[in-house]
């Protein structure tokens, strides 16, 4: 039997946002969907303010986290590096600013 695969993906292209996207992750790894029916990927865009570290202490814990590295700066090559990854559909790339719901992958499935 194959595992199951996730609904969705919540995708997060970084720059350089390393304590925000700490914070970011923290909200994504206690949604209320469960672990198995959604993912995490984050898009490192070449950042050189320990992302990479942040992300692979989260990945600890969250089996459904996922690290895609990205050399060339800007979100449209960041975009495309999620696309190269293989990864499933996903929660729209967005810019991340504030705290996000436990909800928010549930109430996207």
């Known amino acids: ?46 950042s050189s303010d320990g992302t990479k570290a942040v992300v692979a202490e989260h990945m600890r814990s969250q089996p459904n986290l996922k690290y895609c590295f990205e050399p060339a700066q800007g979100i449209a090559h960041a975009r495309h590096r999620h696309r190269q990854c293989r990864f499933l559909g996903l929660l729209e790339p967005r810019d991340y600013e504030h705290e996000l719901s436990p909800e928010l992958a549930q109430n996207n499935t």
């Open 1 to 46: 039997m194959s595992p199951m695969r996730p609904l969705i993906s919540a995708v997060l292209c970084t720059y350089n946002r390393r304590d925000l996207l700490d914070s970011i992750l923290q909200d994504l790894c206690h949604q209320t969907l469960a672990l198995e029916s959604y993912e995490i990927v984050v898009v490192d865009n070449n």
